[in-house]
């Protein structure tokens, strides 16, 4: 039946490529050629650094595709008429919706020829060849260009000279040779030689030489020995001698608020001297000590543009700032000497802000809410950031089953961001470049599932937020309150309890203290790569410092005893979640995105089941979108078909959870983006239950209990807002007899019974992942 199916796909994409490309040339003028792309043959060994700079100067882009076969944009251009305006909606259409044709008049293959020379060049490939053949197609109204390259030999790197240690500068050039990127045996490569020059001119900067330049080194190379290069760095001649002078920080002033408008107003402020820097206007808002202790920058000691640098970062994160410079001038009486200028243009320091938004959630639920915050950038005088935000939203489920499940949530949290560490011990934190903070939390929450419950809840965190570098974030809250209670509850709510004692007591009056813990990489944040990845392992502890204290002072006499602290139960468990994600960005139109997740609960000494908040679900339309939020698992457990129609208030949970997606995402036309997916995954639990049977962890079945499913997307992408149609089905349901678990042979599109129990429309703001 599948291949039945596929067959019919592949015949569909055929047609339409033809049909679509024909179409297309039809329109061309005479003498008109489309171009449609090139081929590139390197001969040789492969290098795939090579291969992508190669790529990178074959110039132009032919009209994009889909799929690779269709050129829709190019079809939507020839379809609409030249409009009379360059405005209106038939403009729009035809010239950013669509896409004019690249013609071979376009494309100049002897300078793309000259330009894969100069990049084999670039890598010591001195005696490249490389031949540009047009081949045309269509009656000569299609046409590619066919490159092929030879690169010959590579020649590599015989002596690195640098120059003689005559003077300071010098020295500093030759102590940093051992360290060069050029090595003796590479091969030679510009950008390897360019890399190197950037490398010096940093320690040269650090170092004090404040108006020195890249530039002012130059490389010269001899390639007349056979296949290797002799390499010398030299300095350019004739440099000045501020060029060659090494300066020192005479001064360091910082004026908080600094006008952009009237520069001189600094003229006008009083002053407090803090030792290393010079504070202006004594009375400010802010307290001195806190914002010179920012300034990494050190008087009395050679420039340094690294600290430069790191001192503008810092006060940029800081917050109150709108804007962050510093101006460095010559001393007039000490030569060599410069005083340093730190100019803050401040923020408004308190803000009102209203926002209304939609949302979606995995479990199926979308709604709107509304939000009101206040933030005051310095809240004591400190540059710390409060904020206090105050929501109401209103909800309900798309799905059939529970197209009546309403739900409400208004609540109000109070977060408290303080620039520096704040502990009862000294906390040495080496890394300069980040700021690190101390954040207090606090909040309120009502939510009302109108058919069922209403929830109340209240939580308090005190904890560290701290970068590492770029790419490595931590948190730490070793305080993390949590109180929740089942204020109101429904007579159909208490019947879903009273036979399924596990989910009571996951839903028991109690309150959780633990310690929760935090890593994030996330190489997105360097310059963007073809290869990226996100790396976050949350952590938590709740309730043990409790269990020691209970244990000690009043020692259990019953296995079945539950330690109470001011009359109420508390948890005790741990937890983790392990989130992996990979981008590999084939082009700009085209990307392929991976994302696995596994987690772990262990509810233990006190606690009998993790509670509610802290479980595991699977399925929706941020999980596996062919199965609808908190229906699958736990492992092989189905819900009862009765129960399936009946309830509305799905509580398919475990204690670990493992789960696959794998999407491919491409453009179609301007805000309009596709996708097709993959995704697995399931929960289970870790102690048998006897009214889930089939959902127990075993080592030995657990890939045997993956539910499986597949589908396409349409994604509307205006930047600011994303909405999301992903449309999904099984291709494996682990509830199944296990020989009858993958569906392949059930896969029946054109019947409207298989699409109404199979097909799951998800509908949800944002990517999934």
Not at 96 to 109: F, I
Not at 463 to 468: A, L, P
Request: aromatic residues 12%.
């Amino acid at each position: 039946m599948i291949n039945k199916y596929i067959s019919y796909i592949q015949i569909l994409l055929f047609v339409s490529f033809i049909l679509i490309g024909c179409s297309n040339t039809k329109y061309l003028k005479e003498g008109e050629v489309l171009y449609t792309g090139a081929s590139i043959e390197i001969k040789g060994k492969k290098n795939e650094s090579i291969a992508n700079e190669i790529n990178e100067v074959i110039k132009p882009e032919p009209n994009s595709t889909a799929f690779g076969l269709l050129r829709i944009k190019l079809w939507i251009y020839n379809q609409i008429e030249e409009p009379k305006k360059k405005k209106g909606l038939r403009y729009n259409l035809k010239y950013k919706l669509g896409e004019a044709p690249v013609l071979m008049n376009k494309v100049n293959v002897e300078r793309t020829v000259d330009l894969v020379n100069n990049r084999l060049v670039n890598n010591g490939y001195f005696s490249p060849k490389v031949i540009g053949e047009i081949q045309q197609k269509e009656k000569g109204k299609r046409a590619l260009v066919n490159y092929t390259v030879e690169k010959g030999k590579q020649y590599t790197i015989n002596e690195l000279t640098y120059p003689n240690d005559t003077n300071r500068l010098e020295k500093l050039i030759n102590q940093e040779k051992e360290n060069s990127y050029v090595r003796s045996g590479d091969g030679y490569n510009l950008n390897t030689l360019k890399k190197e020059r950037n490398r010096l001119n940093s320690i040269l900067k650090d170092s004090g030489y404040f108006y020195f330049a890249e530039d002012f080194l130059l490389w010269e190379i001899d390639s007349t020995l056979n296949g290797k290069v002799n390499i010398y760095l030299t300095l350019k001649e004739n440099l000045s001698k501020k060029a060659l002078a090494v300066y020192t920080l005479n001064s360091i002033s910082i004026n908080p608020v600094y006008d952009l408008s009237d520069s001189t107003n600094f003229n006008k402020l009083d002053s407090i001297d803090l030792g290393n820097v010079i504070y202006l206007e004594k009375d400010s808002l802010y307290r001195p000590k806190i914002i010179g202790d920012i300034v990494t920058l050190k008087k009395g000691t050679f420039y340094n543009r690294y600290l430069h640098e790191q001192t503008l970062e810092r006060f940029s994160a800081l917050g109150p700032f709108k804007f962050v410079n510093i101006d460095f001038k010559e001393n007039r009486s000490l030569p060599n000497h410069l005083d340093a200028s730190i100019n803050l243009t401040p923020l408004p320091k308190k803000s009102l802000r209203g926002e209304l938004s939609a949302t979606s959630k995995s479990n199926n639920f979308v709604g709107s809410s509304i939000e009101a915050s206040y933030t005051n950038r310095n809240f004591l005088r400190g540059a710390e950031l409060f904020q206090a935000n105050i929501n109401f939203g209103f909800e309900t489920q798309l799905i059939e089953a529970a197209k009546d499940l309403n739900s409400f949530d208004i609540g109000t949290d109070f977060e408290l961001s303080i620039p520096r560490f704040i502990a009862p011990f000294n906390i040495n934190f080496s890394n300069q470049q980040f700021l690190p903070k101390t954040v207090i939390k606090a909040g309120y929450r009502i939510l009302n599932r109108v058919q069922f419950y209403q929830m109340n809840s209240i939580n308090a965190s005190i904890g560290y937020r701290w970068k590492q570098n770029t790419t490595l974030a931590h948190q730490l809250f070793p305080l993390n309150f949590t109180y929740a209670r089942l204020a109101n509850s429904t007579d159909q709510f208490q019947e879903i309890l009273t036979v399924n004692p596990t989910l009571r007591r996951s839903f028991e009056e109690q309150f959780i203290l633990g310690t929760t813990y935090r890593i994030v990489y996330d190489s997105r944040l360097k310059k963007v790569k073809k290869h990226n990845y996100y790396i976050s392992l949350n952590a938590e502890a709740a309730g043990n410092s409790f269990q020691l204290g209970a244990q000690l002072i009043n020692p259990k006499t019953d296995a079945n005893q539950t330690y109470e602290v001011l009359g109420l139960p508390f948890s005790q468990y741990i937890r983790s979640e392990l989130e992996f994600k990979y981008q590999y960005t084939i082009d700009e139109h085209n990307q392929i995105v991976g994302r696995i997740i596994s987690g772990a609960g262990l509810p233990f000494g006190n606690s009998s089941t993790l509670p509610y908040i802290k479980q595991f679900f699977i399925g929706g339309s941020n999980s596996i979108r062919a199965f609808q939020a908190r229906t699958l698992g736990p492992g092989t457990y189905q819900l009862p078909e009765d129960k399936q129609r009946n309830s509305l208030f799905l509580d398919q949970s475990g204690d670990l959870k493992l789960e696959a997606n794998l999407e491919y995402r491409f453009d179609l036309i301007r805000i309009l983006k596709g996708a097709v997916f993959i995704d697995a995954g399931n929960v289970w639990l870790i102690s048998e239950d006897a009214l889930k049977s089939g959902g127990k962890f075993e080592t030995s079945q657990f890939i045997q209990e993956l539910a499986v499913g597949t589908g396409a997307g349409l994604r509307i992408d205006a930047s600011f807002f994303i909405l999301r149609f992903d449309l999904a089905f099984p291709l494996r349901k682990p509830y199944l007899p296990i020989d009858e678990r993958w569906t392949f042979s059930d896969i029946n599109i054109g019947s409207k019974t298989w699409r109404r129990d199979n097909m799951v429309l998800n509908i949800a703001i944002g990517y999934p992942f």
